[in-house]
């Protein structure tokens, strides 16, 4: 069905308009949270309430008011497809809370690093001890959330005046800005040494997230610990693209047509119905007892079509299942039960550097992801896969929850069923794997 209206004009906003809507209304459906910069670089959290195409503007509803009046030059900066984008343009109107701003034609990626940082899962474990001093001074540990060659980002879990072995508050006074460290232990990061000394400096000191996080940046490490820093980076991320990835706009899909009934043989005329030809020279055979369902009235239901189990025996023994499981327990269950299943080829790991060399190997059937991540750094794991590898089969991902915005984001990536944790490695989990495969 389609509505027509009237009114004003819709205003012709070009190509490069359609791929900035398309940003933003996705940024819109997840419910993406902006950041607002005013004439004066004073920032304010926003969310992005309606975009007017027919007037060619935007509503952000900003958490404070926002230092600026009507005419005054804004930017608008978040995070898409896991790129930090920017926007801009000269407030429309202002009404408390509410700016209006047109329409930019065009998006900028602003990334503030030049480097690009893998993300870390608190459950991979990786902890750094800052010290500013060895004997005076103040010493910091924390679990970290983002890491490369340049530097971390650490939630910091506790801190110490060196001297008196006294426990400081975790605030933004902690350590100042630019405060040196003159050593930094790195432990237990994936796939580099248990343990890599630096030096650093501290970033920034930031409360606004809960606890206190801090970033660092790290002086230039020695060739043997950048070049595990780098190869840990390029397994878990992409290079940051230098112009804005193409991005069409979604279409409202019209509901899903029934699919059509299996076709069925021509019936035979009511004639021949009425009065099916006997075979030559067939005996008189007793007639069976009707079945119960058909003695009562009811029609029998049509028995379901058969199988052909060497043929499913064939293709199970021959396509390969890859996993990835979040331990080695779980992958060594995973890969008894498909054996089980008489699956022939099965790869599972828990190590993702042996998955994705399990990824070169021809004829793979089906991917099923479950590693210790969290459900964005499994799509952005998805994402690289996609990127890296010209044409994968159909991929499970296993995620420990399952809403509108990770569905949606998952469908985007290429992903064909999700998952929810925890699973039973059961018939129901067998019958999803089939599917699947096609068989």
């Known amino acids: 069905m389609a509505i027509f209206g009237f009114g004003k004009d819709k205003k012709d906003t070009g190509n490069a308009s359609e791929q900035t809507l398309a940003y933003l209304e996705d940024a819109q459906r997840t419910r993406t949270g902006f950041t607002l910069v005013g004439p004066r670089k004073a920032e304010v959290s926003a969310t992005l309430q309606a975009i007017d195409e027919g007037e060619g503007l935007i509503t952000f509803q900003t958490q404070l008011s926002l230092a600026a009046d009507k005419g005054a030059k804004v930017e608008f900066i978040f995070l898409q497809e896991g790129l930090r984008l920017c926007g801009s343009g000269s407030i429309a109107e202002k009404r408390g ?16 690093r030049s480097q690009p940082r893998a993300r870390l899962n608190p459950k991979e474990g990786t902890t750094i001890t800052a010290l500013t001093g060895i004997f005076d001074g103040v010493g910091i540990t924390g679990v970290v959330e983002n890491l490369s060659e340049g530097g971390a980002r650490i939630r910091v879990e ?56 801090m970033g660092l940046a790290f002086d230039t490490p020695r060739s043997d610990i950048a070049s595990a820093l780098r190869g840990l980076v390029a397994s878990r991320t992409t290079p940051v693209p230098s112009v804005l990835p193409p991005k069409n706009r979604r279409k409202v899909e019209a509901p899903a047509a029934e699919p059509p009934e299996p076709s069925r043989p021509p019936e035979p005329p009511p004639e021949a119905k009425a009065a099916p030809k006997e075979p030559a020279q067939a005996e008189p055979q007793p007639s069976p007892a009707p079945p119960a369902a058909e003695a009562a009235g009811n029609p029998p239901e049509p028995a379901a079509p058969h199988k052909n189990d060497a043929l499913l025996r064939l293709k199970k023994r021959s396509r390969a299942v890859v996993a990835l499981a979040p331990s080695p327990a779980l992958a060594d269950l995973m890969k008894e039960y498909l054996q089980e299943e008489g699956y022939g080829r099965v790869l599972v790991s828990h190590a993702r550097q042996e998955f994705l060399e399990y990824l070169q190997q021809p004829n793979l059937a089906l991917l099923l992801i479950d590693g210790n991540l969290s459900s964005l750094d499994a799509l952005q794991f998805v994402t690289h896969l996609r990127g890296t590898f010209a044409d994968l089969p159909p991929v499970i991902l296993a995620v420990e929850e399952a809403s509108a915005a990770i569905v949606l984001a998952a469908h985007r990536n290429g992903v064909s069923q999700i998952l929810v944790k925890p699973y039973s490695l059961d018939a129901a989990f067998s019958e999803l794997l089939s599917q699947q495969m096609g068989l």
Request: aromatic residues 2%; charged residues 20%.
């Open 97 to 112: 809370n509410l700016v209006l701003v047109p329409i930019p034609d065009t998006l900028e990626i602003k990334e503030r």
């Open 158 to 213: 506790k801190a110490m005046n060196l001297k008196g072995e006294k426990r400081l508050p975790l605030g933004v006074a902690l350590v100042p800005p630019g405060q040196p460290f003159m050593l930094i232990k790195l432990n237990k990061a994936p796939k580099c040494p248990a343990v890599m000394e630096l030096t650093g400096r501290a970033v920034f000191l930031d409360t606004s997230a809960g606890g206190l996080t």
